[in-house]
């Protein structure tokens, strides 16, 4: 009787020493499951991280676009705070591929309107180009002499935003210079005006023409957004 009972007690442990040996490869497998799912991960993190750098490079295009490029031999004096920077033009206008630029369009003032104590002059921009384009927006306006030193502020926005206006070559479009006559306010009159210094909407190059010798009183120097035509 002993002599069957040892090899039944021999074979029941090496049962047993199976069964866990089983279980350890079993368990070791899922550990080394787990660690090629973790590397996975982390592998995938710096793809997040270069993407979320991305405006930090748009920022920079942004500020370098704020430069001002003067044309017809005007130029800004530096420091002038009554002159302009390309970002007082409408932004909502510089993603149109079609957007008239200073390089395809001429400008010159038209008629001045004067009536109840207001004077009112249009900014028409002429696209000389040989393509359509369009006009959007508010310009950037200032009023300057010839050694480019800046005469008061800048022009205010005056009214709303409008709609985009499609040029063909040869057209027009306007925008409107506001100021009040002398007297009209006690706030002194500034002095003659010689250039316009304009950007065009949403244009980061400028474009000037002769003022006419137009003064601003009142405190009161506006523009409106562009308009398609000029006025009669």
Excluded at 72 to 92: C, E, H, I, T
Excluded at 185 to 194: A, E, L, T, Y
Aim: proline share 6%; charged share 10%; glycine share 14%.
């Amino acid at each position: 009787m002993s002599l069957t009972s040892k090899p039944l007690g021999r074979g029941r442990r090496v049962a047993a020493g199976s069964l866990i040996a089983a279980t350890a490869l079993t368990l070791s497998a899922c550990q080394n499951g787990t660690d090629s799912s973790s590397h996975s991960s982390s592998a995938a993190a710096p793809a997040t991280s270069t993407a979320s750098s991305a405006p930090t490079s748009g920022n920079s295009a942004q500020s370098s676009g704020n430069s001002t490029h003067p044309s017809n031999g005007a130029r800004p004096s530096g420091g002038s705070k009554g002159v302009p920077n390309a970002s007082q033009a409408d932004p909502s206008a510089m993603t149109e591929s079609d957007r008239c630029t200073a390089a395809n369009m001429s400008l010159h003032l038209g008629r001045t309107d004067v009536g109840a104590g207001n004077i009112r002059v249009p900014l028409v921009f002429t696209n000389k180009g040989k393509q359509a384009c369009s006009l959007r927006g508010f310009p950037g306006v200032s009023l300057i002499q010839r050694d480019g030193s800046g005469i008061g502020e800048p022009a205010s926005r005056e009214g709303g935003a409008g709609g985009a206006v499609q040029l063909q070559p040869g057209q027009s479009a306007h925008a409107v210079l506001h100021t009040v006559n002398e007297g009209v306010s006690d706030i002194p009159c500034w002095k003659n005006s010689q250039i316009v210094f304009v950007y065009p909407p949403g244009s980061k190059e400028s474009m000037t023409t002769h003022s006419g010798g137009l003064r601003v009183c009142g405190g009161t120097f506006t523009v409106t957004t562009v308009a398609a035509g000029v006025p009669s």
